[in-house]
């Protein structure tokens, strides 16, 4: 069993809707997690950043991490074609590494 | 700011040559990162630089070594590569042991 787990999709949804994507973990040591938007052949780039459990909103973004139950969700409001991305889960323990889901692709149609 | 800059954006070499990568960060942050990307894969660790001294070596083949000049830079010196090792190659640089910014990588093709 992997470490982290995620959906990698791919994920289609029209422009305007909700983009809802998750991680399951099993490392109870995690404790730092984190989402980032990968474009083809780019850098991953930090989108949200939490510590521990709870919600945190930036704009259009919005990270849940529920540790009881050891799932993270990242819900992206009003989809854009520009959101078109593989969006990469990753915790960490704070031991300078980085455990990441697969990815997910999404793609937001116009 | 949260720019890591990485140079070259592409490269190409053949198994017998040599080649660096560099990466720069003006962050203030104190460890770095060598990440090692496959396609539709997610980053893979290979070293990590923790108050410019080698903290983390994942086990990787020596043909690939880094280096960490000073707090801000980070090099990866490539010698007698594979075609297997072609690549995106990611820097990263944190404050501490959470969050870590990425690069914009260097695309290397092994020939």
């Known amino acids: 069993q992997k470490e982290v787990e995620q959906d990698p999709g791919p994920l289609s949804v029209p422009e305007g809707a909700i983009v809802s994507l998750n991680c399951t973990y099993s490392?109870?040591?995690?404790?730092?997690f984190m989402w980032y938007r990968q474009y083809s052949r780019k850098g991953p780039e930090l989108l949200m950043y939490?510590?521990?459990?709870g919600n945190k909103e930036d704009g259009r973004f919005t990270a849940q991490v529920d540790k009881s139950s050891k799932y993270i969700s990242l819900f992206i409001r009003d989809s854009q074609p520009s959101d078109s991305a593989t969006y990469l889960c990753?915790?960490?323990?704070?031991?300078?590494?980085?455990?990441f889901g697969a990815g997910t692709t999404v793609t937001v149609r116009a | 700011d949260t720019e890591v800059t990485q140079t070259p954006k592409h490269l190409v070499m053949g198994m017998t040559n040599k080649k660096s990568l560099k990466c720069e960060q003006h962050?203030?942050?104190?460890?770095m990162y060598w990440y090692k990307q496959k396609a539709k894969k997610p980053p893979e660790l290979m070293f990590v630089?923790?108050?410019?001294?080698?903290?983390i070596n994942e086990s990787v083949p020596s043909r690939f070594s880094p280096e960490c000049p000073n707090s801000s830079l980070l090099n990866l010196h490539l010698h007698a590569l594979q075609p297997e090792d072609s690549a995106l190659y990611l820097c990263?640089?944190?404050?501490?042991?959470?969050?870590?910014?990425f690069g914009p990588g260097t695309r290397l093709t092994v020939l």
């Open positions: 990263a640089s944190s404050r501490g042991t959470d969050t870590q910014y």
């Open positions: 490392n109870s040591a995690f404790q730092y």
């Open positions: 939490t510590y521990s459990s």
């Open positions: 990753a915790m960490s323990a704070g031991d300078y590494k980085l455990s």
């Open positions: 962050m203030g942050h104190r460890a």
């Open positions: 630089y923790s108050y410019e001294k080698l903290s």
